[in-house]
């Protein structure tokens, strides 16, 4: 069972990107400067997760992991946010309907939190919201930089559809910690129960938690998972669409002026 969960997730994780070439050479060139002048805006998040499993009454510990995620940096101060989902799998086990009807539940902590800048450096963070509902993280500085952190800019006006996108994220080890991009459109936006934008997919690519921009360079939203009715099934097809209507989750970007309310929450903390 266990194995089962971690491939789901590994495979939700992997699903949001884009269809490659199509761009007109000022939208490449808009592109780069977008990493250029926002890269270092995108982290990571690091941490070890205490996890334990419970299924049919039986509760068993699970051997602790390191677990680290691209995040956005949203405000001078450190204030940083990310999909809660890529850093801990509780809450897509949490939000399942086939977890629950099987008794499975997963308990959490995510302790020795780090953010790892641009640079290299690592500076020790702590939690200060979690929103499961809209599957957000917000961590911090414990204590406040020396000099203001480079973060992304004031949050962009709504998308449309066929708008064009830029997708960001910042890789792991295996990279040497680079950031990525590549192109996204706009297909839906979706309005209820809140606003929410889904962007054009394929199998493979960027995943959740990737930061998104207008081809402005403003910041436009965060990749993020929501919870869906799987018997009504999803626009998604392929490996990780099954997967996807298997959680019962979709990938969907959540718009910068939302988070930058929520955000409000967490400044004072």
Not at 35 to 51: F, H, N, Y
Not at 135 to 156: E, G, H, R
Request: hydrophobic residues 45%; aromatic residues 4%; contains cysteine.
């Amino acid at each position: 069972m266990k194995c089962a969960v971690a491939t789901a997730a590994v495979l939700v994780l992997g699903s949001l990107a884009t269809p490659a070439g199509g761009q007109t050479t000022d939208e490449r060139a808009a592109a780069r400067d977008i990493v250029a002048k926002r890269g270092d805006a995108i982290v990571r998040v690091m941490g070890t997760l205490k996890a334990r499993m419970s299924s049919d009454g039986r509760d068993n510990a699970m051997p602790d992991q390191a677990v680290h995620a691209s995040a956005t940096v949203i405000d001078p101060s450190g204030l940083t946010v990310l999909a809660l989902s890529t850093i801990d799998p509780g809450n897509i086990i949490g939000k399942n309907p086939t977890f629950a009807a099987q008794k499975l539940t997963m308990t959490t902590e995510l302790v020795d939190v780090q953010l790892r800048l641009a640079d290299g450096k690592e500076v020790p963070a702590r939690i200060v919201l979690r929103d499961s509902d809209l599957d957000l993280l917000f961590v911090k500085p414990t204590t406040a930089p020396a000099a203001p952190m480079t973060a992304v800019d004031s949050a962009a006006g709504a998308l449309a559809a066929m708008d064009p996108v830029v997708i960001v994220q910042r890789f792991g080890s295996v990279t040497g910690w680079k950031t990525a991009a590549s192109f996204g459109t706009v297909e839906v936006v979706v309005d209820k129960p809140r606003t929410y934008y889904m962007v054009a997919v394929v199998t493979t690519g960027n995943g959740v938690g990737a930061t998104v921009f207008d081809m402005k360079g403003q910041f436009a939203g965060l990749v993020t998972l929501r919870a869906t009715d799987e018997s009504k099934g999803n626009a998604l097809t392929g490996l990780n669409g099954d997967a996807l209507r298997a959680l019962g989750m979709i990938p969907s970007v959540l718009p910068a002026s939302d988070i930058r309310e929520i955000a409000k929450q967490a400044a004072g903390k």
